[in-house]
């Protein structure tokens, strides 16, 4: 059965208000705090609100060893999370739900969400392992469906192959359009990917997984429907020609960019680093892992999480600490560098 988010946060927030003294009290700083975790080319994004209420997006790679598991809870450890309070997969592809039953084993998750489609074939048997970790905590968003997070606002962008039919504040036409570039539609499962934009304060963070070129000129043409973001996480990980869609890019010009990629996956195609650097006003770039196969294509060595190939890698993440003020502070796990922006 359906569930609309949108309806039933009330009732979710109180009954995950219960347990906010006991599983998230060592996380609320006043700040909201957002952890890239190194799955090397999946995704898994943490989200914790100034209250210590907790969103993870993706769980990265199914591994033996559990690694990518093991990766998430020790962030969350970190953090100061006892438990995970929203598990949100974007899409039913293996590096973004694979360690699901692993993560399930170690850590309290209460309410799932996803994009409340069917799936190829191919992706079935991770559709069906979602639906059994899940259970009746499971929740579907559909685009426009919002949801409050611990005082952070949640707009669901895309879901299941639809958009946000809405223009939020800020968009409009886009002069960006005229004569842009268009390219098929990738995978369908990509396409239903369940994407999101949080806002806290001036602060704004678009992670739309692996939504493709396609939707992305669709959501930006000829109206820029999302208007101007702070932080933007690079769809399908930078990996492919596939998204980063110039016209979408320069609509919601975002003031940093952060590739989610690994040491082989990520920053691939040709040019796709210096597409995001050409952005008007972008002021730096971030990476969880270097790209060891563009070594040409790299951002500067301190705004770089991890270097290593896979079997020595350490997985560090990388945060941004984002104050009510807007002011936000960028840090690398790896060797405690820090660079503050002021939201725009």
């Keep these: 059965m359906r569930i609309e988010v949108a309806i039933g946060w009330l009732a979710l927030s109180l009954a995950a208000g219960l347990h906010l003294s006991a599983g998230t009290s060592l996380a609320q700083s006043g700040n909201m705090d957002i952890y890239w975790i190194d799955v090397e080319g999946g995704g898994a994004t943490l989200v914790i609100a100034p209250t210590g209420e907790s969103l993870l997006v993706d769980v990265g790679w199914p591994r033996p060893e559990g690694r990518d598991a093991r990766r998430i809870a020790a962030t969350m450890q970190e953090a100061g999370l006892e438990k995970l309070d929203y598990m949100l997969i974007t899409h039913f592809h293996t590096d973004h739900v694979g360690s699901l039953a692993e993560l399930d084993e170690l850590i309290r998750i209460d309410h799932f969400l996803d994009h409340g489609g069917d799936t190829e074939e191919r992706n079935q048997v991770w559709r069906e392992l979602y639906l059994e970790v899940a259970g009746d905590a499971r ?4 685009a426009g469906d919002t949801m409050q997070l611990g005082g952070v606002d949640v707009k669901f962008i895309s879901s299941n192959m639809e958009l946000i039919s809405e223009t939020l504040p800020g968009g409009g036409p886009n002069p960006h359009c005229e004569g842009a570039e268009h390219k098929p539609a990738a995978s369908p499962e990509n396409q239903r990917t369940l994407g999101a934009l949080f806002r806290f ?21 000829p109206v820029n429907r999302l208007g101007r973001v702070t932080l933007y996480q690079t ?59 563009a070594p040409d294509h790299n951002t500067a060595v ?31 796990g790896r060797n405690g560098y820090s660079r503050t922006y002021t939201a725009r």
């Design 139 to 142: 929740m579907v968003a559909a």
């Design 302 to 332: 301190d705004l770089i999480a991890n270097f290593e190939e896979t079997e020595d890698c350490q997985g560090h993440w990388l945060r941004a600490s984002v104050a009510p003020d807007g002011q936000y502070t960028m840090t690398n």
């Design 235 to 293: 769809s399908r990980h930078g990996a492919f020609d596939g998204a980063g869609a110039p016209a979408h890019l320069w609509a919601i010009s975002p003031q940093v960019i952060l590739f989610n990629n690994g040491p082989r996956k990520g920053i691939t195609a040709p040019h796709m680093y210096e597409r995001a650097a050409a952005v008007p006003g972008v002021e730096d770039i971030w990476q969880t892992h270097l790209a060891l196969e």
């Design 201 to 221: 304060g001036r602060f704004s963070f678009l992670n739309l997984g692996d939504l493709d070129w396609d939707m992305e000129m669709k959501l930006s043409c």
